[in-house]
């Protein structure tokens, strides 16, 4: 049962626009989530998070809205750039920022053309 | 400030052997946690260890385990190999309940 979902395995974006990632749960327990980034090769690297007291996060280019009565959460990319390239996981936990049993979707693979 | 470590980087076994994957977290960290990403499954919560307790664990056959030592580095174990086991393994550190968690780069096995 996959509690997780991100049902776009890719996404091609154009540099320089938006680029967004969207992620599904099914879990109404979880109360914390997190966007993680992986080059090949390399492990995933945090990007941003949110608790689900907020709906909307942002650092930088990168912002995470989360729709609870959806049960959805997206990730918005502005703007894109070529090294941004990359397999972009959603996680969710129960239990807040201090539970580290991370529930990660399958995964989407970003590439930014230039 | 040096990032989780893994070791070995890439590990070639024979079905039916049994294999000890080494992390040290980052200096301070005193929570470990373990991932299996293979491309059918994605990643997959294995346990977690905190000041040398398991206190979370994923939907794994006992053939797995791990443990964790004094200093907060960790190992994971898994017995009886199967080819199936072939994946990357992640570990990752956090400090408890302030940050997300830090992963190393992963150890590649191939179980033939």
């Known amino acids: 049962d996959q509690q997780v979902k991100q049902n776009s395995p890719s996404l091609s974006v154009q540099e320089g626009r938006i680029s967004i990632l969207n992620c599904d749960y099914t879990?109404?327990?979880?109360?914390?989530f997190l966007w993680y980034k992986k080059y090949p090769a390399e492990g995933p690297t945090f990007l941003i998070s949110?608790?689900?007291?907020?709906d909307k996060n942002e650092d930088g280019r990168f912002t995470v809205f989360l729709n609870k009565s959806a049960k959805h959460l997206s990730l918005h990319i502005v703007p894109s750039q070529p090294g941004d390239s990359a397999v972009y996981f959603c996680?969710?936990?129960?239990?807040?920022?201090?539970?580290?049993?991370?529930?990660f979707g399958t995964g989407t693979r970003l590439k930014v053309l230039a | 400030k040096a990032g989780v470590t893994q070791t070995p980087r890439y590990l070639i076994k024979t079905r039916g052997q049994q294999v000890t994957l080494s992390c040290s977290p980052i200096s301070g960290h005193r929570s470990v946690s373990w991932y299996q990403q293979t491309p059918g499954q994605g990643l997959q919560f294995l346990f977690e260890?905190?000041?040398?307790?398991?206190?979370n664990k994923g939907n794994f056959p006992g053939r797995f385990s791990g443990r964790q030592f004094s200093n907060s580095r960790s190992e994971m174990n898994v017995s009886t190999l199967e080819l199936g086991d072939s994946a990357l393994y992640l570990c990752?550190?956090?400090?408890?309940?302030?940050?997300?968690?830090?992963f190393g780069q992963g150890t590649r096995l191939t179980v033939v």
């Open positions: 990752a550190s956090s400090v408890d309940g302030d940050t997300e968690a830090f």
């Open positions: 949110i608790s689900s007291i907020k």
């Open positions: 879990n109404s327990m979880f109360d914390y």
């Open positions: 996680a969710a936990t129960p239990g807040g920022r201090g539970t580290y049993k991370y529930i």
């Open positions: 260890y905190f000041s040398e307790t398991q206190r």
